[in-house]
Nanobody
């Protein structure tokens, strides 16, 4: 089972930038997709961005044009570059590795999360 460790969170002012990293204990190329989620206090965990094994990306509308997900298979690391940050981006950000066992059944492997706080 892969272990995922997120880093790069912190406190940033509105309009600022952060780059989150998700380091995996093994090869990330074996997973169908790598995802970033976020969870704000009192809210559910929501999908933010996805990158598939072939490099295709997808984003939730609220972060399009501001966030960029990327992967470095050689380093077994996934990144989330976050620009033009807003207070509403404040949340714990989680990395997830997706294994599609069969159609309709996926297995998720989660990291422990990293806190991002956007405030002046």
């Amino acid at each position: 089972q892969v272990q995922l460790v997120e880093s790069g969170g912190g406190l940033v002012q509105p309009g600022g930038s952060l780059r989150l990293s998700c380091a995996a204990s093994g090869s990330i190329s074996r997973y169908n997709a790598m995802e970033w989620y976020r969870q704000a206090p009192g809210k559910q965990r929501d999908l933010v961005a996805t990158i598939t094994s072939d490099g295709s990306t997808n984003y939730v509308d609220s972060v399009k044009g501001r966030f960029t997900i990327s992967r470095d298979n050689a380093k077994n690391t996934v990144y989330l570059q976050m620009n033009s940050l807003k207070p509403e981006d404040t949340a714990v950000y989680y990395c997830n590795a997706v294994h599609l066992v069969r159609p309709g059944l996926r297995r998720n492997y989660w990291g422990q999360g990293t806190q991002v706080t956007v405030s002046s």
